[in-house]
């Protein structure tokens, strides 16, 4: 981030995913919580996972990998006592850095219809600076996040923006959704916010057929792309499922689907059965 290029964070859902996305030489990994929410409720993310839930999960993709893995803490579920506890539970899960939004309670995801109600701005602030108070870790990184440009205009998104930057928040993340004006937005965020700036890729529209140093080049220094994993797996399941039913067996989509091999390659069986090696010894 303080090197000036941006920094690409494609979406996972779970340990699994992170691998596939270590293995593929990024940066960075994230854990969506829409996903999270998909994958172990089979629910939106319209507030049902709680941080009990989430922490826990992101400490096994944490584990998983070497790469830092950012998270969404949604709003740090609840007021700014739980904040604290929130962040000492993330630090604790290995997790690098989370985000909190300013919604009210029960929360929504940003990319769903309609807009989204924020609690007061100061209120907002004194979370973020709870969060800042929280971390034992100098580098755990704190991302401040507003739903407020739906319901209250550009403008005020981006002085909230700016007041949880000096509320001491490392990242500023406006969400956004798809529009003509999108691109024109992205640029008037990160003129305006002193510090970097993270985008919602999945907010669409002409920003999804960008290039990551395209977005770059609109001073955004944070990607993330929160449905890659659960939008391309979902995919590739129905695929697989359809196939099932109509055939009998998964011929049509077999080269699809990964084979045994590469399946225990991504899990990393070579490793374990090298530490058997070296360590499994019969008396």
Request: glycine residues 10%; proline residues 4%.
């Amino acid at each position: 981030l303080a090197s000036g290029e941006i920094v690409v964070a494609p979406g996972i859902y779970d340990a699994y995913g992170a691998r596939f996305v270590a293995q593929a030489g990024f940066e960075a990994v994230y854990m969506t919580g829409n996903g999270v929410s998909a994958s172990l409720l089979g629910r939106p993310d319209v507030g049902l996972v709680d941080l009990t839930l989430l922490s826990q999960h992101a400490h096994r993709a944490a584990a998983a990998v070497d790469i830092p893995l950012i998270c969404d803490a949604d709003t740090g579920y609840g007021n700014a006592v739980n904040v604290r506890r929130t962040v000492e539970e993330f630090e604790a899960a290995g997790v690098a850095a989370i985000h909190i939004e300013d919604q009210m309670s029960p929360k929504r995801c940003g990319q769903l219809p309609g807009a989204r109600p924020v609690i007061g701005l100061k209120e907002a602030t004194g979370k973020i600076e709870a969060a800042v108070a929280a971390k034992r870790d100098a580098e755990f990184i704190i991302i401040a996040r507003t739903d407020s440009a739906e319901s209250r205009g550009l403008d005020e998104a981006i002085s909230r923006a700016q007041t949880f930057i000096k509320a001491g928040a490392d990242v500023a993340f406006v969400e956004i959704k798809a529009g003509p004006t999108i691109l024109d937005d992205l640029k008037r965020i990160a003129d305006a916010v002193p510090a970097p700036c993270l985008v919602n890729v999945d907010a669409g529209g002409k920003m999804a057929e960008l290039t990551a140093d395209e977005i770059g080049a609109l001073g955004m220094r944070l990607a993330i792309y929160p449905g890659m994993a659960r939008c391309a797996a979902g995919f590739a399941i129905q695929a697989a499922c359809a196939a099932l039913k109509r055939d009998g067996n998964t011929a049509a989509v077999r080269e699809r689907m990964l084979s045994p091999q590469q399946y225990n390659a991504a899990l990393g069986l070579d490793e374990i059965e090298a530490w058997e090696k070296k360590y499994l010894q019969a008396d």
